[in-house]
């Protein structure tokens, strides 16, 4: 699969992309990758360019259309805008004008075209988010696939706070879900999947005053990026030894959110590394008590045939 940078102006950020599965987040930002500093021009992915970029696994083309089509009713539905300091002027709009699908010619392809108020979202950017396209959509779930865009907007800081309205907010999180729900759905997924790609991420609560200490915001810190931090051109190879180091060294791991967390990244079943792990620690045990024995039965021997023991 091709790498691509994604980047665009920071306050694409700022919209959740409600009801959006982590497919449909692929392709939106598979498709903004390539939409950047092209203007207003109509741009063409055809199915094949779409799929490698985005990471896409099924391959009937009916699947993909309908995909494809899910994501832009989803966009349609999502209101950008701006407004002024004093919320006096606003203005709303939608990112794309044209979107259409052509399955049925020769190579099926997909035409996109930014609505001229959405250019300043990714045409001459003065500030930028910026990442790799690849980290982006090997991602599981889709509220660790949220917070690595907003944490990106942060990188060369390495320290993100959101109010735990803008966090729900953000993250499209369920109003139903109580603190326990958000602890195992939401920043249990967000702490095994990010590890790997911000080197020494913690994650704390703050507490509110009142009955409960109710959980009023959330802070993440890590080890800031270089501003001209490579992106795109790294290996798999290293890029999974980066991965593999981060998760080795974060403290804030326990030793089977470690192990999911290598899992993950190495696309393995939830579960792989763990019955690894536990079975050579069985055979290294099992060693241990063999030589133990040995060393044992050596001494016994010993004390046989020496008539001053």
């Known amino acids: 699969m091709s790498n691509e940078l994604v980047k665009y102006q920071p306050e694409l950020n700022t919209i959740p992309l409600r009801k959006f599965s982590p497919i449909e987040m692929n392709l939106f930002f598979s498709i903004v990758s390539r939409m950047r500093d092209k203007g207003d021009k109509t741009v063409r992915f055809t199915f094949d360019q779409l799929k490698d970029l985005s990471g896409y696994k099924p391959t009937a083309n009916n699947r993909f259309i309908d995909d494809i089509q ?16 004093n919320g006096l002027d606003r203005e709303m709009f939608v990112m794309f004008t044209k979107f259409k699908i052509n399955g049925n010619a020769d190579i099926p392809y997909v035409d996109v075209e930014v609505y001229k108020d959405a250019l300043p979202l990714l045409n001459d950017l003065e500030s930028w988010v910026r990442y790799a396209l690849t980290e982006f959509r090997d991602l599981k779930s889709s509220y660790a696939k949220t917070m690595f865009r907003l944490l990106k907007g942060f990188r060369t800081t390495g320290y993100a706070y ?11 999180v369920p109003e139903s879900y109580k603190q326990g729900n958000i602890d195992q759905k ?31 915001g959330y802070t993440f810190a890590w080890k800031p990026e270089r501003k001209d931090a490579e992106d795109v051109r790294v290996s ?8 593999l180091f981060n998760i080795e060294h974060n403290g804030e791991l326990s030793e089977s959110e470690k192990w999911r967390a290598i899992d993950k990244v190495k696309g393995l079943a939830l579960g792989t590394t763990e019955k690894r792990t536990l079975a050579e620690r069985q055979v290294k045990h099992d060693n241990e008590i063999r030589e133990q ?17």
């Not at 959101?162 to 953000?170: G, Q, R």
């Not at 798999?236 to 980066?242: M, V």
């Open 70 to 85: 899910r994501t832009y009713e989803h966009l349609m539905s999502l209101h950008f805008g701006r407004r002024s300091k």
């Open 162 to 172: 959101f109010s735990k309205t803008d966090f729900n907010e953000l993250l499209d």
């Open 186 to 216: 939401v920043i249990k997924p967000i702490k095994e999947e990010l590890t790997p790609l911000f080197r020494g991420l913690t994650i704390r609560k703050k507490y509110g005053k009142g009955r409960g200490k109710p959980v009023i």
């Open 236 to 243: 798999e190879q290293q890029r999974l030894k980066d991965q």
């Open 293 to 309: 024995a040995k060393r044992e039965l050596l001494a016994e021997l010993r004390k046989g045939f020496d008539p001053n023991v």
